[in-house]
Every structure is written in C-alpha cells, then in structure tokens.
C-alpha cells in the first residue's frame, strides 16, 4: 500500500466514516473507492482534490507525509485548502518560531510541509513580533543590502497572495529558484516581478504557481556592526538638494 492510500485508510476510520458514505460525498462509486485505499489503483488528480477537500488537508500532506503523526488540530488551515502549514508552540501555548540555518535550509524544500522537519528546526521567542506565523530564513550574498551573507531574516507568513505589498521585501520559496530574499511587485496577473536592491543583479519573473512560501520580512538578525557607508547616488542627489536650497535663497535675496 502507498502512503496516499494508507492516509485515506487512517483519516477516514479515525473520523468513523464508512467507505460507502465517503464514496458518495466524492461522487463514485464504493467499489471504485476501495482500490484508492487498498492502493490497487491511483486516484486521479479530481478525487485528489476532492478529498483533500473532504479532510480539510493539503495534497502535500496526503501524498508526502504520515497524517498519523500529525495533530492536526494544531496545523494552521489556510485559503482555498492550498496547504497546511506545521506549527510550534511553546508550553505556554504561543508560537514558537523556527530557524531555518544554512546547515538545514537544503532539506527545507522537501520538508517545509513536514511536521518532523519543522520540529527538528531550531526555535526561538520573538515576543515584539506580535500576532501571526514567523520563520527565520538565511540571508546568501550580497543582493539584499544591508542585509549581510549569514544574517537571518525572521518573517511573517502571508496566507493569500492579494496581502503581497509591491514594493515590500519577502523571503520567497519556489519550486525551481528555492530560497530567496527579494523585493516583490505584482505587476502582472499570476507574476510576481522579484527584484534585487543590488542593481548589480537583474530583475525577473515568478508564476504564482512555482510558489511555495512566502514571507514578508519582519526583522533582520545580524552580527555586524559595520559602519554603512554612504553611497555616490545619494552623495550626487544630496549635492542637488543642496543646491536648489541655494538657488531658492538667492530668488528669496534677489
């Protein structure tokens, strides 16, 4: 048997549901059912949905993880069922929030959605965050000034795209480019333009349906405390300043 199948097997029993009643709330038949839950034959993506709808449970998680293992009162149910996200909490019942360190930030791809991963992770308290979700994620080179190579960004999880502000930074987790800490604009319907604040790298495209994660930066933690260097543009555009002043002086004058 797959795990899809010994999912379906698990979560209908421990609901007390008959394989018949469940076979009419998807519209097929019991016989046709049986073979999706002693895996003689796969569901098709339409059943899929369908029961993943039933459940209130992500795809993800009927397919790639042991429903056994997960108490899943505590999961956090987001829009359209599109996931379900694994949370921690503290005994005081407040969230916990996860760091996502270099060492481990590999495997985070394959278990974001993994309650065993995301329990694995380290943990931290925030108290000033205040309400919703945050994760700590490893900040890489040098694209997102000031931000440095080793820094951690803690950020809050945004559950429907719509709540993406243009021109705010998140940390953005995709299926083909992973892990990136950008700056975001929705100037095209289902893309998200994601830009580096070093001009140096170029801007490009993310189909809204290569996303996995996104969240929206809260708070840097760093260990440098280099002094920031002030920039030629903002030098040149000061000496400007500085001289319409002079000029709007010398009509006042004149």
Not at 65 to 79: A, G, S, T, W
Not at 165 to 187: A, H, P, Q
Request: charged share 30%.
């Amino acid at each position: 048997m797959s795990l899809f199948s010994d999912n379906i097997r698990n979560l209908r029993v421990k609901q007390k549901i008959s394989q018949e009643k469940l076979a009419e709330s998807l519209a097929i038949t019991r016989g046709r059912y049986v073979k999706y839950e002693d895996g003689t034959s796969e569901a098709p993506y339409e059943i899929l949905k369908k029961i993943a709808h039933y459940y209130h449970i992500s795809i993800d998680l009927l397919l790639s993880v042991d429903v056994r293992k997960i108490p899943l009162d505590d999961l956090l149910q987001l829009e359209n069922n599109r996931l379900v996200l694994p949370i921690t909490v503290d005994r005081a019942g407040d969230n916990l929030i996860e760091v996502v360190t270099q060492k481990v930030k590999a495997g985070y791809l394959n278990g974001y959605a993994d309650p065993e991963y995301i329990e694995s992770l380290q943990q931290i308290s925030l108290p000033f965050l205040g309400p919703g979700k945050h994760r700590g994620f490893p900040v890489e080179g040098d694209s997102m000034p000031p931000h440095e190579d080793g820094s951690i960004i803690v950020g809050r999880y945004v559950e429907r795209l719509g709540d993406v502000k243009d021109g705010r930074t998140y940390i953005l987790i995709t299926k083909s480019e992973g892990m990136v800490y950008k700056r975001l604009n929705k100037n095209k319907k289902n893309i998200l333009f994601v830009e580096s604040d070093n001009s140096f790298y170029p801007v490009y495209e993310v189909k809204v349906s290569d996303i996995l994660e996104i969240w929206e930066y809260e708070c840097n933690i760093g260990r440098s405390d280099r002094k920031v260097e002030i920039s030629e543009t903002v030098s040149v555009k000061d000496m400007f300043l500085e001289l319409k002043r002079d000029i709007n002086d010398l009509k006042i004058k004149y």
